[in-house]
């Protein structure tokens, strides 16, 4: 039996909204990308939503919207994937890697507070996995403690009055923390539509923020525009309209806009997306109770107050070591079954060492990669699958002493 790591979940009702736009006559971005920033604003419970190419291009041009560049600089966690960081290299700020908490996925929220200094100008959070970062109101405190070495070097830092923080929640799209949706907590939030997340439209991804004036917030939307579209004063759809031709180029900007095609997969997969959620919660928790009496440590998707979007199913195994984990993965690879890790720290990597970061200095990102395993996770898993993951892994953790 194959099992797939992550396929697209996609369907006849995902189909046919595409021939719909192809027949349209209108494939780049226009009506339905508009139609789907509103159903994502709504999801989430924020004012306003933007589509673009990617949850990169979102983070990206997030911190070029806000006016963070060369002199700044932007804390991350050093375990993460490279999207995260490269974006603050990619506008010229310089980044600062900190740890994560012991025996978690989390940024230690105390190794932030250490890290700031007066060039900070955003902290870059992550959602990893699909689980809210738990500790963005101890991150609002500390920004606030922090007010006095700020230093606004834009009009958008200046009326924020402190540092920024964003979240990198490309895993996340529809979870929950104490009553708020994963889009209203950060005060900008960036999730991925790429082909292996819960809600895919290809390649795509959305930007959210918490709600400033109707006026400043109309302002945003259109930066993102002007960003992401050469910095053309009409959009596309505003051009062809009858006479409509005449545009101006307020900056050379870039290209990364959604298309109408992209949006109509999204659009489909927002009708479905409740039970895509549900279907991922009963595969989390049929694993959850076939693993607990192994010596494996899991992520609790499901807490008090806090719903993730289970996104990813990482497993740690309780005193093993990378080497004997990837042997384990091939072990799978052999029964056909592809598993995966999430995440290799950045500063094992070379672009981050060469930028100076040793993984020496992030002891506890060190410990939760070398000896996590990630198991298929996502809603095209029959039972019948998962059931032969499940056996084939319980088997491969008896045989590693981990029963």
């Known amino acids: 039996m194959r099992v797939e790591f992550s396929p697209p979940d996609i369907t006849e009702e995902e189909i046919a909204e595409v021939i719909d736009t192809l027949k349209s006559g209108w494939i780049t971005t226009g ?30 041009m997030t911190l070029r919207a806000m006016g963070i560049g060369p002199g700044d600089e932007v804390i991350t966690s050093a375990y993460t994937f490279t999207a995260t960081c490269s974006v603050i ?40 996995a699909g689980i809210i970062y738990p500790y963005y109101d101890r991150l609002f405190e500390i920004v606030e403690e922090k007010k006095g070495l700020f230093q606004p070097s834009s009009e958008r830092q200046e009326k924020l009055g402190r540092i920024l923080i964003l979240a990198d929640a490309a895993h996340a799209f529809g979870a929950e923390r104490e009553g708020k949706k994963c889009g209203q907590i950060a ?43 050469h910095g053309q004063s009409k959009d596309a759809l505003a051009k062809m309209k009858a006479g409509g031709w005449e545009y101006d180029i307020v900056a050379p900007y870039y290209k990364a806009n959604m298309t109408d095609i992209t949006a109509s997969i999204g659009l489909a997969q927002m009708k479905r997306y409740a039970k895509i959620l549900q279907r991922r919660r009963q595969l989390i928790e049929r694993y959850d109770e076939a693993f607990r009496p192994y010596q494996v440590q899991v992520l609790n998707h499901y807490g008090e107050g806090s719903q993730s979007n289970g996104h990813l199913y990482l497993v740690r195994l309780n005193g093993k070591q990378r080497e004997e984990c990837n042997q384990i993965i091939q072990e799978l690879a052999k029964a056909e079954i592809a598993a995966n890790v999430h995440y290799k720290p950045l500063p094992l990597l070379t672009a981050y060492k060469n930028m100076g970061f040793a993984i020496e200095d992030f002891p506890n990102a060190y410990r939760m990669y070398e000896n996590e395993i990630s198991l298929p996770l996502h809603s095209c898993l029959t039972d019948e699958q998962q059931q032969y993951v499940i056996d084939t892994f319980q088997r491969l953790l008896r045989e590693h002493g981990l029963c």
């Open 31 to 60: 009506p339905k990308t508009k139609k789907f920033e509103q159903e994502i604003a709504q999801f989430c419970g924020t004012t306003k939503a933007a589509c673009l190419s990617s949850a990169t291009t979102c983070m990206e």
């Open 89 to 128: 290299c990619h506008v010229g700020a310089t980044p600062v890697l900190v740890d994560t908490m012991p025996d978690s996925i989390d940024m230690d929220p105390e190794k932030v507070r250490e890290a700031i200094t007066e060039k900070t100008k955003a902290i870059l959070t992550i959602d990893l």
């Open 187 to 229: 005060d900008i939030t960036c999730f991925s539509f790429h082909a292996v997340k819960n809600l895919t439209t290809a390649e795509g991804g959305a930007v959210t923020w918490k709600s400033l004036t109707p006026e400043e917030d109309e302002a945003l939307y259109k930066e993102y525009m002007l960003l992401t579209l």
